[in-house]
């Protein structure tokens, strides 16, 4: 069988060192491993008075994680925390109440930054949320990445040993991982 990745990519820069990480952490995944972007952009500002009439582009968020096997965080960290655009979507994803998309899906947290924190307490706060929200996530290997341009092409390629055998593991960890929770939590 393949496994559905469903993709957000926590920044809305047209030049995000993120998406480039994910391009690279795709490229290294597993063979049965399909990813799909989950776009963040395009959605309003959540509020509660949506809840009886989703929007087309929150439901079509909802209708994206109802469709992947596990899902994957690649975000950047502003300001010690998450970037809003990230947290609106997640915010929508997990009303109405008691339609919680990310219920039991198993889920993985890794990010770049330029500094050498690698995102590391931004990845503290998302998974606060995303244990709020009852997600099963990976919570070993960690992946704070500190993104050095010459690293990274623009086509997933990894023009350094050590961080394309880490990024490998930390794939075919995930995929491990979204395998033994999927044969207890089918979706
Ligand atoms: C940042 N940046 C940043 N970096 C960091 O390591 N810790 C932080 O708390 C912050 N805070 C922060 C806030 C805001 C509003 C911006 C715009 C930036 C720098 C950030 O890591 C850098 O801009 C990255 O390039 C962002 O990732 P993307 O968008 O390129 O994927």
């Known amino acids: 069988r393949t496994y559905r990745v469903g993709t957000f990519i926590g920044s809305l820069s047209s030049t995000s060192i993120n998406r480039t990480l994910a391009k690279a952490l795709m490229r290294v995944a597993p063979d049965d491993l399909e990813f799909t ?21 929150a439901t ?4 994206a994680i109802a469709a992947s096997d596990a899902v994957l965080f690649v975000t950047p960290e502003y300001n010690r925390s998450i970037p809003g655009a990230l947290k609106n979507a997640i915010d929508w994803a997990s009303r109405p109440w008691g339609q919680n998309s990310f219920d039991h899906i198993p889920a993985a947290v890794i990010g770049a930054s330029p ?73």
């Open 115 to 187: 500094g050498q924190i690698g995102t590391a307490v931004a990845q503290q706060s998302l998974r606060a949320v995303l244990s709020f929200c009852n997600a099963r996530q990976m919570t070993a290997p960690e992946g704070y990445i500190t993104f050095k341009p010459e690293v990274y092409g623009d086509d997933g390629s990894i023009a350094d040993e050590g961080t394309e055998q880490f990024l490998t593991e930390f794939m075919a960890e995930f995929r491990d991982y979204m395998e033994r929770v999927l044969t207890v939590l089918p979706r």
């Open 37 to 57: 972007e989950i776009p963040i952009g395009n959605l309003p500002l959540y509020s509660p008075d949506f809840d009886d009439a989703y929007p087309p582009e």
């Open 60 to 63: 079509a968020l909802k209708e």
